[in-house]
Nanobody, 120 residues
């Protein structure tokens, strides 16, 4: 079973930076696209950035130019560098495989996430 563990969240002032990490177990990480998602209180979970197995990236308009997604396949780890943080970035951040088919086939569940709070 593949497990995903997010880390690196915290409390930061507006304009600050954080770097999130997502560690994956198993041996399918390097072959599949991954995504960073977030869920703010009272809102649905949304995709903020994704990265293909070949490292092609995409970003939601709300984070474009401020966030950078990357991956290290040798370490089975994905990162999200978040700069110029805004209060509206406050949310629990999760990582997962981009494909629902991959998640279901490998019984991948959502992890605990990591809380990011942007406040002065």
């Amino acid at each position: 079973q593949v497990q995903l563990v997010e880390s690196g969240g915290g409390l930061v002032q507006p304009g600050g930076s954080l770097r999130l990490s997502c560690a994956a177990s198993g041996n399918i990480f390097r072959f599949n696209a991954m995504g960073w998602y977030r869920q703010a209180p009272g809102k649905q979970r949304e995709l903020v950035a994704d990265i293909g197995s070949g490292s092609i990236t995409n970003y939601a308009d709300s984070v474009k130019g401020r966030f950078t997604i990357s991956r290290d396949n040798a370490k089975n780890t994905m990162y999200l560098q978040m700069n110029s943080l805004k209060p509206e970035d406050t949310a629990v951040y999760y990582c997962n495989f981009l494909s629902v088919f991959v998640r279901e086939r490998n019984n991948v569940h959502w992890g605990q996430g990591t809380q990011v709070t942007v406040s002065s």
